[in-house]
């Protein structure tokens, strides 16, 4: 196989070719490369051990940095799409946070008065 390429602007002339099963040959403009292939070889992805998630839990996040002015829900209530969970006040102005999923209440993370910073998780849904 023969290759023209431009790296940088400088031009290059590679040649690469098998000389049998076991040995590959590069050339670049005037000089060789010779390599042995090898048998084993190893992944291209290395594995990894990614910690465990919980898929089923959802969780709401305050959608700007501010103090919690009121809870409407409690642990174990069920929620719907779009039902508001939490007032926040921010720039006094009160945001109505809503839920993005239905679900059952896990865990709330919040509590009134608490200062909160944008994307912040406040209530966990299973």
Not at 2 to 10: D, E, P, R, S, Y
Not at 17 to 35: H, L, M, P, Q, T
Not at 69 to 97: T, W, Y
Request: positive net charge.
């Amino acid at each position: 196989m023969k290759l023209n390429l431009k790296i940088k602007g400088k031009k290059y002339h590679i040649e690469i070719s098998e000389k049998d099963k076991e040995i590959i040959k590069i050339k670049v403009e005037d000089k060789e490369f010779v390599f042995k292939k090898e048998e084993k070889r190893e992944p291209l992805i290395a594995k990894t051990s990614l910690p465990k998630r919980n898929f089923s839990e959802k969780k709401i996040t305050a959608s700007i940095a501010g103090t919690i002015s009121e809870i409407f829900v409690k642990e174990g209530e069920l929620v719907k799409k779009n039902q508001r969970v939490i007032l926040l006040s921010a720039m006094k102005m009160e945001n109505e946070i809503v839920s993005d999923f239905k679900g059952r209440v896990k865990k709330i993370l919040a509590q009134k008065n608490q200062e909160v910073k944008n994307e912040d998780v406040l209530i966990i849904l299973d």
